[in-house]
């Protein structure tokens, strides 16, 4: 339809003559046309052009072109490959001698960071020794955020030279006994608190860019079993996150009993504990209660063992026990990881039900969380209130062990070490250190990711957005680093702290990597974009160009013969 | 019976548009549930002219609340104070009085045909006068063409919006006729208000206008003509002083800024009766933007549902430049049959406009008949019964997006045949103009 629209300038001419001449004759030549429809014609094809140049050709670039932000890739290629910070960690310890003189105090002080720092595995804690100022008793508050405050009781009964040393549970103080005065002897019993902390950092940071060379050398002498047993703890813990979300659920096989004290319980075990790690991450707990959960059967089932009078539940089915399909087990609750703790109450008639090789009856499920069979009627269970009014409800005290249990279990599943096993405090420290290396050492690989995905496909645009979080997340990623190297491991109120930071930092560079807008071309080739303009620009624009060709060429002949007459 | 023939003789104008208003009314009365299926009907109601569409947004604006906060209203909002007064068409007094309204838009539509037809620009203008004049149809076989057209019938009767912007564009082009270009440039304005296609009628209906202007002061001229021949004809052969001829440059400044003047008061009105300026991004952005893709008898919506976000603003882009892009060739061109570059544009635009309508299609068919002393008849009778074929075929099928499609595609196909075809007509008339020995011969495009 469009070529005759445009093109119409009167070109009509008198080809029925043709037939009627006799044969010999050449055809004869139109008539040449008024200079008038030659003018309006030239003025249509130019109309059109105009339109298309001036209007169609800016439009098409307007509209296709794609946006790409800036980013600073050669900032998040130094962080991918480890350039960009010397990862340490600052490890400041107070050091309290109530009763020295001053000299000795900075004598020892002096003796003890030329030890520590001449520390041979490891190497990744930088110690500074500070002697404390004043001797009084109590302690006053910690400042600089010392990681380890060492108490020497060497005013204490003299004559008792006594090499012992203990750690206050809550806080992280390490009191030497009065046997204990030498530096040496100072630093070994600080070295046996750290040394397995930095074998889990050297743990956290093998195989990454970040891991000193030298280091890398002293891996092969770390005993294998440590290296092992860091291994399972890995594969069991949950992935760092800001918020889990703790369900406690209990199954009961029949229909008794109905419901549990679980609040009383959870308010005696696992709020103080929830309330120890708040430093680390949110907890938000759930409870409910299923009645006739039944196996899923795709287990055998717990089978009679006469010898010991208890039903067995094979290995094998300790994996399939937690029946997915029929319990209401919500595998995510919004953000967050969901750590499920189930308490299983078998029916009398496979009472009591125990684990088959170990006799036991809880395990624990790696990166799921834990279950614990309770067996009320069993001969193993001591003898409880039998009242028919007791056997609906599960008491506090039946819910002890359990409870005890699985605060265990999740400290565990958290990944808490297990060492030093005397103060909590120390490994919830530990702990915070190592979530912040895991949380860095993550952020820089997906920053690393993001530019090589920038660099490599061209054609996909990068809003501002992406922009947006990379900046934050570089910003952040900084701050961790300076944190940890100065110390400050946990949030105040000033600033977020290393493991703050390191987690707004891997928040930021996540969602900058898995912006949804910037895939949308990924998998578009340059060929498909012929398959996309030409079936609608191509008819359109053949009879424009064509048209245009036409007339410039006759306009052309027609200067040419305009400078020939003249 | 004597006494009728002689009314239909005396009056025939007046029994024509009687007629017109009893088969509506009649419709309505007999078949009461027929309004609101039409209404339903996709071919008739898009998303930017539907009545149903009209009543929500009405809903809202009687409660005081923003009419186009829902998101589906996007037509003028000065139509909403008029439709309030009328009772709720879900009674049957007001299906009844919506359809008194619509039969009244489509008598005045007829009465202007009815003047463009009598004024005669049809077949000569200031610079040219076809040799076919004497087969130009009369001014009532032109308006009963509109008014008993079967597609004029059923838009009024589903009652979409888009008779009000056919209703002003024909005034708009009817008062060029008399060479008034303020009223012509306003009505344009209400017709370009309501939907946005009519400003692309701006440069053939400003010519139009340019060359009656030119035509009567030519006329006036020379008073001293006795007979009352058509005035600007060329058989006058008397000098005519151009210094007296209005300037084209002054006079299309003059039509642009009358047109932009009136949209501007247009816009104040409406902003008076809305509590925001959101009418003029839900209105004009809609049609720029196609966010509504509900099937209609256009050619845009199947191509936008299937087209990648990242070329979709671009290919819009490309469909309104194409429409737009004929707009100044058409007057280029036609510069001699002013009311043939109009009569064109608004095929142009029936075919090409984002929710195209058989309402649309209907009413630039019976704007064709104004050019009808082009058509040879037999062309005629085959190219009208076409769509009307079609018609039947789009109540049968309309099972799969791609039947719907593909009928609608045959529908669009046959009206550009109709159009490509009144083009070479209108262009076969000036040639034979200038070469009377030609008439009746075959000829080939070189």
Redesign the interface.
């Known amino acids: 339809?469009d070529p005759?629209?445009?093109?119409?300038?009167?070109?009509?001419?008198?080809?029925?003559g043709a037939g009627l001449r006799a044969p010999g004759i050449a055809k004869p030549t139109?008539p040449t046309e008024a200079l008038r429809t030659l003018l309006?014609r030239r003025?249509?094809v130019l109309?059109?052009w105009i339109?298309?140049l001036c209007?169609?050709l800016p439009?098409?670039l307007w509209?296709?072109s794609?946006y790409r932000a800036s980013l600073p890739l050669s900032t998040m290629n130094d962080w991918a490959e480890g350039k960009a910070c010397d990862l340490r960690f600052a490890y400041p310890i107070r050091l309290r001698t109530p009763g020295w003189a001053r000299e000795r105090i900075v004598e020892l002080g002096g003796n003890l960071s030329a030890l520590l720092g001449h520390d041979g595995p490891g190497g990744l804690l930088d110690f500074t020794i500070h002697p404390g100022d004043s001797d009084e008793e109590p302690l006053p508050p910690p400042r600089e955020n010392v990681a380890l405050t060492v108490v020497l009781h060497a005013a204490d009964p003299p004559g008792t030279h006594e090499v012992t040393s203990h750690l206050e549970p809550g806080e992280s103080i390490l009191h030497l006994g009065s046997g204990i005065t030498e530096a040496g002897q100072i630093a070994d019993q600080i070295r046996e608190i750290t040394v397995p902390q930095q074998e889990a950092l050297a743990y956290v940071l093998s195989g990454t860019p970040f891991a000193a060379t030298e280091y890398e050398a002293l891996r092969a002498t770390r005993q294998t079993w440590t290296e092992t047993s860091l291994d399972a703890r890995n594969n069991r813990t949950f992935k760092p996150s800001t918020t889990y979300h703790l369900s406690f659920s209990l199954f009961v096989a029949r229909n008794e009993p109905s419901a549990w004290a679980i609040e009383d319980a959870l308010a005696a075990y696992v709020a103080p504990l929830v309330d120890a790690l708040s430093s680390l991450s949110n907890f938000t707990i759930t409870t409910q209660v299923q009645l006739h959960a039944s196996f899923s059967p795709s287990i055998a089932g717990p089978t009679f063992d006469e010898a010991s009078g208890e039903w067995k539940l094979r290995r094998e089915d300790l994996s399939g026990f937690v029946n997915a399909a029929e319990w209401p087990l919500s595998p995510s609750i919004g953000e967050g990881s969901t750590i499920n703790f189930v308490l299983y109450v078998p029916a009398a008639e496979y009472s009591p039900l125990v684990v088959a090789d170990t006799g036991g009856t809880v395990w624990l499920v790696p990166q799921w969380g834990g279950v614990a069979i309770l067996n009320l009627d069993g001969p193993s269970t001591p003898l409880k209130a039998t009242k028919a009014t007791d056997r609906t409800t599960l008491s506090a005290t039946d819910l002890d062990e359990v409870m005890l249990t699985f605060a265990d279990q999740l400290t565990s599943l958290i990944g808490l070490p297990s060492t030093p096993s005397g103060s909590l405090a120390l490994r919830i420290a530990a702990l915070q250190r190592e979530r912040a290396t895991a949380l860095l050492l993550s952020t820089a690989s997906t920053l690393g990711a993001l530019s090589r995905l920038v660099h490599k496909l061209p054609n996909i645009p990068i809003p501002d957005t992406v922009a947006t979080s990379v900046a934050t997340s570089l910003r952040h990623i900084d701050l961790a680093c300076q944190d940890l190297r100065a110390g400050r491991y946990s949030k105040t109120d000033s600033n977020l702290g290393a493991l703050g930071n390191a987690q707004a930092a891997s928040e930021a560079s996540e969602k900058a990597f898995f912006e949804p807008s910037m895939v949308?071309?990924v998998y578009?080739p340059d060929e498909h974009k012929v398959a996309?303009y030409v079936p609608?620009?191509g008819p359109?624009g053949v009879p424009l160009v064509l048209a245009g060709v036409k007339e410039s060429l006759s306009l052309y002949r027609s200067i040419r013969q305009k400078v020939k007459g003249t | 019976m004597e006494a009728l023939t002689k009314v239909y003789r005396d009056q025939p104008k007046t029994v024509l548009f009687t007629a017109a208003a009893a088969i509506r009314i009649l419709a309505v009365l007999l078949f009461p549930a027929l309004p609101d299926i039409l209404t339903l009907r996709a071919e008739l109601s898009t998303p930017v002219n539907s009545f149903k569409r009209l009543q929500e947004g009405l809903f809202l604006y009687e409660r005081g609340l923003d009419p186009y906060d829902g998101g589906i209203f996007h037509q003028a909002p000065l139509l909403l104070p008029l439709f309030a007064l009328l009772p709720s068409p879900s009674l049957w007094l007001g299906r009844l009085v919506s359809i008194l309204l619509y039969t009244g838009l489509d008598l005045l539509t007829a009465d202007c045909l009815y003047h463009i037809a009598e004024s005669g620009v049809a077949h000569t203008s200031r610079l040219y006068t076809s040799p076919r004049k004497d087969r130009a149809w009369t001014s009532l076989s032109v308006a009963a063409v509109h008014l008993l057209n079967p597609f004029t019938i059923m838009t009024c009767l589903a009652r979409p919006t888009s008779v009000f912007t056919t209703l002003f564009t024909i005034l708009g082009i009817s008062h060029a006729c008399q060479a008034r270009a303020t009223t012509a440039a306003f009505a344009v304005a209400i017709a370009s208000h309501t939907s946005l296609h009519p400003v692309m009628l701006l440069p053939p209906i400003g010519l139009l206008c340019y060359d009656r202007m030119c035509a009567q002061s030519a006329d006036e001229s020379n008073t001293s003509k006795p007979n009352g021949a058509v005035p600007g004809s060329m058989n006058n052969k008397v000098a005519v002083d151009l210094r007296l001829q209005p300037k084209p440059l002054r006079f299309g400044l003059q039509f642009a800024a009358t047109f932009l003047g009136a949209e501007a008061f247009l816009f104040g009105l409406s902003r008076l009766i809305l509590p925001s300026w959101r009418f003029i991004p839900s209105i004009y952005m809609t049609l720029l933007e196609l966010p509504d893709l509900t099937p209609n008898a256009g050619l845009w919506w199947y191509f936008f549902i299937e087209m990648f976000d990242a070329f979709r603003s671009f290919f819009l882009g490309v469909f309104w430049l194409h429409m737009l892009s004929y707009s100044v060739p058409f007057c280029l061109r036609f510069q001699k049959q002013p009311l043939a570059a109009v009569v064109l544009m608004m095929g142009i635009i029936a075919v090409f406009e984002p929710y195209a309508n058989a309402g649309d299609a209907g009413a630039w068919l019976s704007c064709l008949c104004l050019l009808g002393h082009l058509f040879e008849p037999t062309l005629l009778y085959s190219t009208l019964l076409g769509p009307a074929f079609h018609h039947l075929w789009l109540y049968a099928g309309s099972g799969n997006a791609n039947f719907f499609y593909a009928i609608t595609l045959v529908w669009s196909l046959a009206l550009l045949i109709l159009l490509t075809d009144t083009v070479y007509a209108a262009l076969r008339d000036e040639w034979e103009a200038e070469r009377p020995e030609g008439k009746g011969k075959e000829i080939r495009q070189m």
Do not use: E, K, N, Y
């Open positions: 339809m005759t629209l445009g093109d119409d300038g009167g070109d009509l001419s008198d080809a029925d139109p309006t003025t249509i109309s059109f339109i298309v209007l169609g439009h098409w509209t296709t794609t949308g071309q578009f996309v609608l620009l359109m």
